[in-house]
């Protein structure tokens, strides 16, 4: 994995996406964002996309909460993805497999045989069980749970503190609210609230 690499995204995200850099003892080389009112974050500068020009030989890290604009940015520039940051608390189970651009942070658990696409979040605290799937720009909120062979679609957030029991199938570009029970398949493009969980 390179030992430097630039942060795309100047937010309360990108902060802990510099800290896991830190951590693992690696160089944020820049960071960038579209936002040109935003010149630091941290204690390093930050560039307005258009004068970064990053060198194309040092991976970048999407630091972009947001699912769908993450998937944007990540399909519309040529950058290099750097390999999956995961943060020296989290337990991360060597059977599992994380694909580019992910990021774990602080206290995350992968357990045995679970597969995480591109550009995913397994966020502070969240639990994604054995044999679980996450398709590509997939959110796993902070404490939520996943439990055994559970399969995420592409873009889909589970928010803070859900749980979702074995087995279930969730759809893509779906919202699970804060705090919902999952107990049944959801499909594409809904969202879902509640326990047990409903869609509105």
């Not at 970048?60 to 909460?65: E, K, M, R, S, Y």
Request: one cysteine or more; glycine letters at 12%; proline letters at 6%.
């Amino acid at each position: 994995m390179s030992q430097q690499l630039y942060v795309y995204g100047a937010s309360g995200h990108g902060k802990v996406v510099i800290e896991i850099i830190e951590a693992l003892g690696k160089k944020v080389v820049t960071i960038f964002d579209d936002d040109e009112s935003i010149s630091q974050l941290l204690e390093y500068p930050v560039l307005p996309k258009d004068k970064a020009h990053p060198d194309k030989n040092i991976p970048v890290l999407f630091a972009i909460g947001n699912n769908e604009t993450r998937k944007n940015l990540a399909e519309s520039n040529g950058f290099l993805v750097t390999e999956p940051l995961i943060h020296p608390s989290a337990i991360v189970s060597p059977r599992a497999t994380l694909k580019s651009g992910t990021v774990v942070m602080p206290g995350a658990i992968i357990n045995s045989q679970a597969e995480v696409g591109h550009h995913c979040i397994i966020n502070s605290g969240a639990v994604v069980e054995h044999d679980c799937l996450l398709s590509d720009y997939v959110h796993i909120s902070p404490n939520a749970a996943l439990a055994g062979d559970v399969k995420v679609g592409e873009g889909t957030q589970i928010g803070i503190g859900a749980q979702v029991i074995q087995g279930i199938n969730i759809g893509k570009w779906c919202t699970i609210g804060a705090g919902a029970v999952i107990i049944k398949d959801v499909p594409d493009g809904v969202t879902v609230v509640g326990n047990p969980g409903r869609e509105v």
